[in-house]
């Protein structure tokens, strides 16, 4: 799929906000449909992608393509030559591959029992096991910096460090020096910043 047309239903307020950082550092042109958290029904075209409704969802060339790890994936692969998806073969695609599955299919579910106060049930069952242990797992790859997967920065970065950003800031993680520095580096960054100016500019004329 060379080139294709992108169309985004996105919030800002939202897990696709990493998805416009990705864009941005991709330089790659979009369509952005904003949804309306706040409409009593939701977006017919959306419903019509994905019937769960969820954002960020994306249509390349007709073709959906939904939940966070396969979307960061998807885009930094129809870009290679930006760098931020380690090639097949390449050293760093083991762990690359580990940082986007880990974020959803451990972290992200590890994050949210705690902030609802929720027993993980037995271990056996758990997708993740122990809270404690998946945030000790993200400090220390946090140590190693300056980005997740040490010098190179990756498309799981726009991930992490998205999702870090809100989960800091509603308090469900603690921003602890690794933490914190992380985020201050990734806001540095102009893809960020960019991407940040826009979605304001998008809530305001909402």
């Known amino acids: 799929m060379q080139n294709p047309?992108?169309?985004?239903?996105?919030?800002?307020?939202?897990?696709?906000?990493?998805?416009?950082?990705?864009?941005?550092?991709?330089?790659?042109a979009a369509e952005f449909e904003l949804v309306d958290f706040k409409a009593p029904?939701?977006?017919?075209?959306l419903m019509a992608a994905n019937p769960l409704g969820k954002v960020p969802t994306l249509i390349a060339?007709?073709?959906?393509?939904t939940e966070q790890v396969a979307i960061y994936q998807f885009l930094a692969e129809l870009k290679p030559e930006a760098g931020l998806s380690p090639a097949v073969g390449e050293?760093?695609?083991?762990?690359?591959?580990?940082?986007?599955?880990?974020?959803?299919?451990?972290?992200?579910p590890a994050m949210i029992d705690k902030a609802?106060?929720?027993?993980?049930?037995?271990?056996?069952m758990s997708p993740y096991g122990d809270v404690a242990a998946v945030e000790q797992w993200l400090r220390s790859q946090l140590s190693v910096?300056?980005?997740?997967?040490?010098?190179?920065?990756?498309?799981a970065d726009c991930l992490w460090g998205t999702a870090l950003g809100w989960m800091t800031r509603f308090g469900i993680i603690e921003a602890t020096p690794e933490i914190a520095a992380y985020l201050e580096r990734f806001s540095a960054r102009p893809a960020v910043q960019r991407a940040r100016a826009l979605d304001q500019a998008l809530l305001a004329g909402q």
Do not use: M
Request: proline share 6%.
């Open 5 to 28: 047309q992108l169309k985004l239903f996105h919030n800002p307020q939202s897990r696709s906000a990493g998805v416009r950082i990705l864009l941005e550092e991709l330089g790659l």
């Open 41 to 45: 029904e939701k977006s017919p075209a």
């Open 61 to 65: 060339d007709g073709v959906v393509v």
């Open 91 to 108: 050293p760093l695609r083991g762990s690359y591959l580990r940082a986007l599955a880990f974020y959803g299919s451990s972290f992200e």
């Open 116 to 124: 609802l106060k929720r027993d993980s049930g037995q271990r056996g």
């Open 145 to 155: 910096g300056p980005w997740f997967l040490g010098e190179r920065f990756t498309a």
